[in-house]
């Protein structure tokens, strides 16, 4: 059986293809993992982590909030796009949404961190760590690779609280040290510098056939380039002779292209070139 979700250009780093059916967007793993798919209720997660939070047309008085706090609104599930029309609103203005929650506003490092899963018990991680500089509210480059141990024990207790019976990989994305999102697949964008060994042993995994956790990953940078960016044939081709992938971004709004790279002094200097900003 394919993978499913994988998108066209994504296709040749899927190998090998396991026998079951293996999820990679979020549309397929909510269908194929009946008896998980509560990991997608964002409310949910935020109560379990001990968050203040409720659905919207609760206020946040009421909990105790003040009205000039900072909350963040959101879609409790929302599969089309993960982080869409959610924002920082404050206390006494959550709208009345139907279908959204409102949550205390987390601040601090934004992770990301995949999680290979073994009926309920992890046995591998990759975390990547979000810049500080950010769009909006979203990092614009990732560190992939990271060294996150606080993260990773409370990530580990997470996932044997949640997940008994599960096996495949789920991912978890972390401020401050609190949740904001988990996935029952893993963060298909950073699968590039995960290692040679990661895909077989994914596939291993959920085949049932023998498993051993694959090495530490090599790491590396992924850039987003929001806003205005000059994708041209010579500037591609520029930065691929500088060890820099150039991946147009169609999908995602406000996102021209997404860079790829080893080392992150050439991914600046090709997001320079095509933008004409720098980051620190």
Same mark, same amino acid.
């Given at each position: &059986?394919?993978?499913?979700?994988?998108?066209?250009?994504?296709?040749?780093?899927?190998?090998?293809?396991?026998?079951?059916?293996?999820?990679?967007?979020?549309?397929?793993?909510?269908?194929?993992?009946?008896?998980?798919?509560?990991?997608?209720?964002?409310?949910?997660?935020?109560?379990?982590?001990?968050?203040?939070? !409720?659905?919207?047309?609760?206020?946040?008085?009421?909990?105790?909030?003040?009205?000039?706090?900072?909350?963040?609104?959101?879609?409790?599930?929302?599969?089309?796009?993960?982080?869409?029309?959610?924002?920082?609103?404050? !206390?006494?203005?959550?709208?009345?949404?139907?279908?959204?929650?409102?949550?205390?506003?987390?601040?601090?490092?934004?992770?990301?961190?995949?999680?290979?899963?073994?009926?309920?018990?992890?046995?591998?991680?990759?975390?990547?760590?979000?810049?500080?500089?950010?769009? !909006?509210?979203?990092?614009?480059?990732?560190?992939?690779?990271?060294?996150?141990?606080?993260?990773?024990?409370?990530?580990?207790?997470?996932?044997?609280?949640?997940?008994?019976?599960?096996?495949?990989?789920?991912?978890?994305?972390?401020?401050?040290?609190?949740?904001?999102?988990?996935?029952?697949?893993?963060?298909?964008?950073?699968?590039?510098?995960?290692?040679?060994?990661?895909?077989?042993?994914?596939?291993?995994?959920?085949?049932?056939?023998?498993?051993?956790?694959?090495?530490?990953?090599?790491?590396?940078?992924?850039?987003?380039?929001?806003?205005?960016?000059?994708?041209?044939?010579?500037?591609?081709?520029?930065?691929?002779? &500088?060890?820099?992938?150039?991946?147009?971004?169609?999908?995602?709004?406000?996102?021209?292209?997404?860079?790829?790279?080893?080392?992150?002094?050439?991914?600046?200097?090709?997001?320079?070139?095509?933008?004409?900003?720098?980051?620190?």
């Amino acid at each position: &059986m394919p993978f499913i979700g994988v998108l066209p250009e994504r296709k040749p780093l899927f190998k090998p293809e396991p026998r079951c059916d293996l999820p990679v967007s979020d549309a397929a793993a909510w269908r194929l993992n009946p008896a998980h798919r509560y990991l997608y209720d964002k409310l949910r997660l935020a109560l379990d982590a001990g968050l203040t939070a !409720a659905p919207c047309g609760v206020s946040p008085m009421d909990l105790g909030m003040a009205e000039d706090a900072e909350v963040f609104v959101k879609p409790i599930t929302n599969l089309a796009g993960m982080g869409l029309s959610a924002r920082s609103v404050r !206390a006494d203005a959550v709208p009345m949404e139907p279908g959204s929650y409102w949550s205390e506003r987390l601040t601090g490092p934004h992770s990301s961190s995949d999680c290979l899963v073994q009926d309920g018990e992890p046995r591998w991680f990759a975390h990547t760590r979000g810049s500080d500089e950010k769009d !909006a509210s979203r990092p614009i480059y990732w560190e992939i690779g990271a060294e996150l141990p606080d993260a990773e024990a409370w990530i580990s207790a997470w996932v044997r609280r949640n997940l008994a019976g599960y096996t495949g990989i789920c991912n978890i994305e972390l401020i401050g040290g609190k949740p904001i999102e988990a996935h029952l697949r893993g963060s298909n964008g950073f699968f590039d510098f995960y290692g040679p060994g990661f895909m077989p042993a994914w596939v291993a995994l959920v085949d049932g056939d023998d498993f051993s956790p694959p090495p530490p990953i090599p790491g590396g940078y992924v850039i987003s380039v929001f806003g205005e960016a000059d994708l041209s044939e010579e500037n591609v081709q520029a930065a691929e002779s &500088m060890g820099v992938k150039v991946q147009p971004d169609p999908s995602t709004p406000g996102r021209a292209a997404i860079l790829r790279c080893r080392e992150c002094e050439a991914g600046f200097e090709v997001y320079r070139r095509l933008t004409g900003r720098t980051l620190a």
